[in-house]
């Protein structure tokens, strides 16, 4: 057990490597970064944070990824309970086809969207918005949702909807106070993956916005291009956007596993 | 083949037991002969699966000794123990053919093929599983899932004890009772060791030569079901065994004699109090209750206040002040309504100190 | 679990199906009206029919940019899902440490894409990079700006680090999932650790690996931010991937007619593959 105990450990040092060269590039000056080989801050600064706090370009985009992440991951959640309790309870024409055809939109590139995506949602005025970047990201998230809300729906018996409509439960009311309850832990792990893969796609997010609903992470590497090579100040803003995705694992920890086999195995 | 001694053992999870409410088996003795069927009997949560997975070498014991024949096991694997055992949910390889599910254990042992191969044929046979040895044995029902985890044991020649926790639990009920006879018969025709824990009475009475009835990690009786139903060790085995249980009334002793309300209640042998104090009991069971006339012996003055019918006969419940008594009264004999006269019979009547039998 | 024949139920199904429709149609719309049209600008279009298909099928650069995606394909996975499954076996199955483990392996699933790129961007680089400057000092004349071999390296290493742990967290789940008496029983039969991996652990695997596969297939089929911005496709075109070549045909030289094309033959090419895969998945649950 003890000598096993090596492979996750060495997998874990691994992975912090690259972020922790990251998180100390952050606190350190141009200066010392560009001028050699230093393994840790030798003159600690919190200059680059300063920066991105005082200037509304770098904290709006902040505000504009959240609010776009959470656009889309209430907007995918809600359309797909519906459509993922007909899928795991009722058998209708073409039902199968329509699933793959869901499933198929997750297998999109999104290089392929990108384009037409700019036009569609410039010739709809929600070019530059929050919106234009949520309703895309409903492209992947709204099938991944109803396949994952499907393969917990399908682990809670029917019985339990007999025995409310038994009991004089209209649809909208059962399914309101007693399945969503029921199936709770599927909706959580749904929103986490909504949340997961809205934040950390940026071809899309990129594509869709220009100033005002510019994302955090996109920010990034403009300012990598525009204001020279201010490494410090792109790894403060590459650190922030690290924080969000910690807090949210770090809520569903005791559930991540689970989460992760999507309620199939 | 194998006698098993259990001495003195005790066993619990936490690291550093030192309260007795640390271990989840207390200690106990007990030796089981070579060849015999035996059942560990009590409801969930009193310690018979542990002392199960003790003797197979799935845990190892906190104290005392587990020996086979001569050998102390305690810290051996399940492996070098030899043994074999069939659990709740029926354990098989997916992607094996049955065939190979049986050979599994000898392959492993290396085993030469020849013999492997008379081996399987003959447990498959016994098994009834000669039809199918060539599926994949993910395919069978649960049963037939089952009967290759008990397979799986059979086939080894040399296991010194077969184990079953609970095998039946998820079997469809009018398949319970074919796999049970099967067991039964297995047993007569392999004579090895065989070890049953489950929480049914019925179960464990049908399988077993002898049962251990267990309750709260401890050993309360070992006996034959005959054993078990005349004489019970502890009101808790008069409770868990029968249906209705026992009725254990609270009485006092008086000149030598256990008194209930006031009468006198004869029971067959000597009383064993070593000192005064405890709870005094009066324990018998509701068959041998029977409605008296006030002509003959001591009898005991109740209400009826239900009458419930079981088929071949009626329990009958009364109540003397406010201590309830239940009988059973055979299918066509009259039942009294209102107040009655009981008598108990004296040779099955045994009166218990703080749940303990005393005389 | 036998459902029941309900036509009403499209009308559950009926706000996804517009959502989609509205995302998926639409734009697909656009991308096969270009690529069947020839364009000079000015939003004059004419028809051009099968011309673009035939082009981009038979250009050679659509053959290197195909060829070097399967490649980087085929060595992630034949990374990633061993490994995933050989740290998801040597992990703790409870305790305090089974949290730290699963959170921290986790983090680099919530990084967005282009951060990573920025990411391993400065940490590779040969002269103030972690990973560039240590391999140098062990002798390695290692430079990914400059040296194709090396700019390969440094993609699949960011590939493994970034996504790993999607296989490990899907096959861990899939292993607390087997109940204890499968040991247990093994223990009994005598099984090796190889006989109990090879005949309970791997069989029982078999779908949460299969979802590991399919979507390492499919998210690795469409890698463009990570590269572009840790490589921008180069040195020359050395890293230049199927959605890097597509964003250089269609934005960078605005050939949208060849852009259309390819990108239906990109679109198609990860539908039937993915297709197969979900067909042997569903066969596999059907039995």
């Known amino acids: 057990m003890r000598k096993r105990s090596i492979v996750p ?40 944070y300063r920066k991105i706090f005082n200037d509304p370009t770098w904290y709006m985009g902040y505000v504009a990824s959240i609010e776009y992440v959470a656009i889309n991951t209430v907007l995918s959640v809600a359309v797909a309970l519906p459509a993922a309790y007909a899928f795991s309870r009722y058998r209708f024409l073409g039902d199968k086809h329509m699933f793959f055809w869901l499933l198929t939109n997750r297998m999109a590139p999104a290089a392929v969207f990108a384009l037409p995506f700019y036009q569609l949602y410039s010739a709809v005025g929600l070019f530059d918005t929050p919106w234009a970047v949520a309703l895309s990201h409903t492209l992947f998230n709204i099938p991944l949702a109803v396949w994952i809300l499907e393969g917990f729906m399908s682990g809670v018996p029917k019985e339990l909807d007999e025995t409310a409509y038994v009991d004089g439960y209209s649809f909208p009311r059962f399914f309101i106070k007693i399945f969503i309850p029921t199936i709770a832990a599927g909706i959580g792990v749904a929103c986490f993956f909504c949340f997961m893969f ?68 | 083949m194998a006698r098993i001694l259990i001495d003195k053992l005790r066993h619990a999870y936490v690291q550093n037991p030192q309260k007795p409410e640390d271990y989840a088996l207390k200690e106990m003795s007990l030796e089981l002969a070579d060849g015999g069927a035996y059942a560990l009997l009590g409801p969930s949560g009193c310690g018979k699966t542990t002392l199960l997975n003790l003797i197979s070498g799935l845990l190892h014991p906190t104290e005392g000794r587990i020996l086979f024949d001569d050998t102390d096991v305690g810290q051996l694997t399940p492996e070098q123990r030899n043994i074999a055992q069939v659990f709740q949910f029926p354990v098989v390889y997916d992607t094996m053919t049955v065939y190979d599910n049986l050979a599994f254990p000898l392959k492993n042992r290396g085993v030469p093929a020849g013999e492997i191969d008379s081996r399987v044929r003959e447990i498959a046979g016994m098994l009834d599983l000669g039809p199918t040895l060539n599926k994949r044995a993910a395919g069978l029902t649960a049963d037939g899932k089952q009967k290759i985890s008990l397979g799986r044991g059979l086939v080894r020649s040399d296991v010194n004890v077969i184990m079953f926790d609970e095998p039946l639990t998820v079997i469809d009920p009018h398949l319970k009772w074919v796999l049970r006879s099967k067991l039964k018969e297995l047993h007569h025709r392999i004579n090895r060791t065989m070890i049953y824990v489950t929480h049914d009475q019925t179960e464990a009475l049908t399988f077993a030569d002898r049962v251990v009835v267990m309750n709260l990690g401890e050993v309360v009786q070992v006996g034959t079901p005959v054993e078990l139903f005349e004489r019970p060790a502890h ?21 030598g004699r256990p008194t209930f309300l006031g009468h006198a209640v004869p029971i067959p042998g000597e009383i064993r109090l070593p000192n005064d104090g405890g709870r005094l009991e009066i324990g018998i069971r509701p068959e041998f209750i029977k409605f008296s006339g006030l002509e003959s012996g001591p009898t005991i003055a109740v209400e009826v206040t239900k009458v419930s019918d079981a088929g071949r006969f009626r329990i009958v419940e009364t109540r003397a002040q406010e201590h309830r008594i239940r009988l059973l009264v055979p299918e066509g004999d009259p039942v009294p309504s209102g107040a009655a006269q009981l008598r108990f019979d004296p040779k099955h009547t045994h009166l218990y100190r703080d749940g303990w039998l005393v005389g | 679990m036998n459902k029941t024949v309900n036509q009403k139920a499209w009308f559950l199904v009926l706000p996804v199906f517009l959502f989609v429709a ?72 409870k305790g305090p440490w089974v949290s730290v483990c699963l959170v921290l392996m986790a983090l680099p699933l919530l990084i967005p894409w282009n951060v990573v790129g920025s990411m391993w961007n400065v940490f590779a680089l040969p002269e103030i990079g972690l990973m560039g400057r240590g391999l140098n000092a062990l002798g390695f004349d290692f430079n990914y700006t400059r040296q194709p071999g090396d700019a390969w390296f440094t993609i699949v290493l960011m590939d493994v680090w970034h996504w790993t742990s999607l296989v490990v967290l899907l096959c861990y789940a899939g292993l ?86 390819m990108s239906i033959i990109y679109f198609l090419i990860i539908l039937a593959m993915s297709w197969v895969f979900y067909t042997l998945m569903m066969r596999n649950e059907a039995k």
């Not at chain 1, 990251?22 to 141009?30: A, C, G, H, I, R």
Request: net charge neutral; with cysteine.
């Open chain 1, 9 to 48: 450990i060495v997998y874990i040092l691994f992975l912090m490597l690259p972020i922790y060269w990251l998180v100390t590039m952050s606190f350190k000056t141009t200066n010392e970064i560009l001028g050699g080989f230093t393994p840790w801050p030798q003159s600690f600064t919190l200059d680059n």
């Open chain 1, 198 to 265: 809205s934040w950390v796609e940026m071809l899309l997010a990129k594509t869709l916005t220009a100033v005002a609903a510019k994302p955090i992470a996109a920010l990034m590497t403009k300012t990598a291009s525009t204001s020279g090579y201010e490494l410090g100040l792109l790894a403060a803003a590459g650190t922030l956007t690290l924080i969000p995705g910690a807090v949210v694992i770090y809520f569903v920890r005791n559930y991540i596993a689970k989460g992760f086999a999507l309620g199939r195995v």
């Open chain 2, 235 to 255: 009101t808790f085995v008069g409770h868990f065994i029968g249906s209705p249980g026992m009725n254990a009334l609270p009485c006092t002793v008086e000149n």
């Open chain 3, 22 to 93: 509205f995302n998926a149609i639409i734009p697909l719309m656009t991308v096969v009206n270009y690529s069947v049209q020839e364009t000079f600008g000015n939003n004059i279009f004419s028809w051009s029919g099968v011309q673009w298909f035939q082009d981009t099928l038979q250009s050679d650069r659509f053959h290197a940019s195909l060829g070097r995606q399967l490649m980087f394909t085929a060595i992630i996975l034949a990374i990633e899902i061993p490994l995933g499954l050989a740290i998801a076996l040597a992990m703790p199955r």
């Open chain 3, 176 to 261: 607390v999932a087997i109940p204890n008496d499968y040991y247990q029983a093994a223990k009994i039969d005598g099984a090796s650790a190889w006989a109990v991996f090879r005949f309970i652990q791997l069989p029982k695997l078999k779908r949460v690996l299969t979802i590991a596969i399919l979507l390492r297939f499919m998210d690795s089929f469409m890698i463009y931010t990570e590269v572009q911005v840790l490589t921008g496709g180069g040195p020359g075109s050395s890293t230049t991937f199927l959605s890097i070549d597509l964003f250089k045909v269609a934005l960078g030289q605005f050939d949208l007619g060849p852009a259309g094309a």
